[in-house]
């Protein structure tokens, strides 16, 4: 075997490993979306809350943040937040929305709105879990 010398990338080296890693994938991806969704939920001049998603591979689309500040909460507003992430998700083309979240996060309100705990892992030692959540839409 060859000698192996791991290095630090440059950026231009690490977008040439993503091409080489997305057209490797080309091979088993039918099809792709693309789409983002950024939405907020505003109570005069003040954002309370939003959420962020974007379209990826086989119509997923991947929920990265949402939020609504603590003063705002238990008043419906994530929850009307998540039905028009879910209206929009489907106007989109997607069939599945997956996100994740932290134990002192949002899992019952996930849980609530109907979706499916597909994972999770809990780390001891720096104290904390996260759970992986799935919806067929």
């Known amino acids: 075997m060859n000698d192996i010398t791991i290095i630090e990338l440059n ?4 977008e040439a490993l993503e091409t080489r890693l997305n057209d490797f994938d080309e091979k088993y991806i039918s099809y792709k979306l693309d789409g983002r969704i950024h939405i907020g939920a505003r109570i005069g001049d003040t954002i309370v809350g939003g959420i962020d998603a974007c379209m990826t591979a086989f119509k997923i689309l991947y ?4 939020f609504v500040e603590e003063k705002y909460r238990q008043q419906g507003i994530g929850r009307q937040l998540m039905s028009e992430l879910e209206r929009r998700a489907i106007s989109l083309g997607a069939n599945m929305i997956r996100l994740d979240t932290f134990d002192w996060q949002g899992k019952d309100f996930y849980l609530a709105l109907g979706y499916e705990q597909v994972g999770f892992y809990e780390n001891q030692k720096d104290g904390f879990s996260e759970y992986f959540f799935l919806k067929r839409l």
């Open 11 to 14: 950026e231009d080296q690490v």
């Open 63 to 66: 929920v990265s943040t949402v």
